[in-house]
């Protein structure tokens, strides 16, 4: 979806963090081309025009990974915003609800352990934002009713 402001049309994409139904792991993807080429990056894509934040997140959710609206429920938790580059990213969360099988539309998919440094510029994606969504999800939880909940590395 695009918005417009005083700077112009600005591009909506998302990205999707998915744990696992334990709360142990992060599903990652391995790029395979620009932006990020060979770094791990969390999955999501380009939010199409008149299309609803929460419908892009389910549609690239299932696109990349397989994974279903039915088998994780996701809560948007923060955006940010990139006027010099006329782009904005929603960034949702979810926890699965069971052990599904993923299957991958173009990056590789691996389940990272929460061990990892996802503030690692030579590994992660995103400038160190990973890291930092990851930790505001170990603070704070994945949605109002989670906010007592914390993910766990162990």
């Known amino acids: 979806m695009t918005t417009d402001n005083c700077l112009g049309s600005m591009q909506g994409y998302n990205c999707i963090m998915i744990f696992n139904k334990e709360r142990t792991r992060l599903l990652m993807c391995k790029r395979t081309g620009d932006p990020y080429e060979g770094l791990y990056n969390l999955v999501g894509g380009k939010i199409e025009d008149g299309e609803d934040g929460f419908c892009a ?5 299932r696109e990349e990974t397989g994974i279903d609206r039915e088998q994780t429920e996701l ?32 990056h590789p998919l691996v389940w990272m ?34 906010r007592n909940a914390v993910v766990y590395s162990d």
């Open 75 to 106: 809560f948007h938790m923060m955006d940010f915003t990139y006027y010099n580059q006329l782009n904005y990213v929603e960034v949702y969360v979810g926890i699965l609800k069971e052990n599904v099988d993923i299957c991958s539309e173009k």
């Open 113 to 146: 352990g929460l061990d990892e440094n996802f503030f690692d510029g030579n590994r992660f994606a995103g400038e160190g934002n990973i890291g930092h969504m990851l930790e505001q999800v170990k603070q704070f939880g994945v949605g109002m009713e989670d």
């Open 57 to 61: 997140a389910y549609r690239e959710l």
